[in-house]
């Protein structure tokens, strides 16, 4: 793996994502949502379901899809970080990927964040 975080911070990712992967609390939702997102990068399902709030977790989640179908992640973006309350928060990020030699896609989503017991949980993305 490359030395840099593909979160997007421009650190190395042992000082950056790496910490929360194994195990360490995000200190905010924006950490947490680009831990995810390095989680997607780096097919790690079980940090995945870890970091998802269990109110709204799959049972599973696999990246079995055939090479030529799965994403390639390109960038991120996060556009916005607002606490919405004492143990809520929302981010709006902007991710790019592409699927085999397609066009490059720009997903948008608005994500909401909880946290427990310390803790910061992905809960649910929300239309705008």
Same mark, same amino acid.
């Given at each position: +793996? ?5 979160? %997007?911070?421009? =650190? ?5 994502? %790496?910490?929360? #992967? ?10 947490? +949502? =680009? ?14 379901? &870890?970091?998802? #709030?269990?109110?709204? $977790?799959?049972?599973?989640?696999? /990246?079995?899809?055939?090479?030529? $179908? ?10 916005? #970080?607002?606490?919405? %309350?004492?143990?809520?928060?929302? @981010?709006? /990020? *902007?991710? &790019? ?6 066009? @490059? @896609? =720009?997903? =948008?989503? #608005?994500?909401? /964040?909880?946290?427990?017991?310390? $803790? ?5 993305? *929300? *239309?705008?």
């Amino acid at each position: +793996m490359a030395d840099t975080c593909p979160c %997007g911070t421009g =650190r190395g990712y042992a000082a950056c994502c %790496g910490p929360l #992967h194994e195990g360490s609390p995000a200190p905010d939702a924006e950490a947490l +949502m =680009r831990s995810r997102y390095s989680a997607y990068v780096l097919e790690d399902a079980a940090y995945l379901l &870890r970091s998802w #709030h269990a109110s709204t $977790r799959p049972a599973d989640l696999s /990246f079995d899809e055939p090479p030529a $179908r799965k994403p390639a992640w390109l960038k991120l973006e996060v556009k916005s #970080h607002a606490a919405t %309350g004492e143990d809520t928060a929302e @981010v709006i /990020f *902007v991710a &790019r990927y592409r699927i085999g030699g397609g066009s @490059v @896609v =720009r997903m =948008r989503e #608005h994500s909401r /964040f909880v946290r427990e017991g310390g $803790r910061w949980f992905y809960l649910d993305a *929300v *239309v705008d």
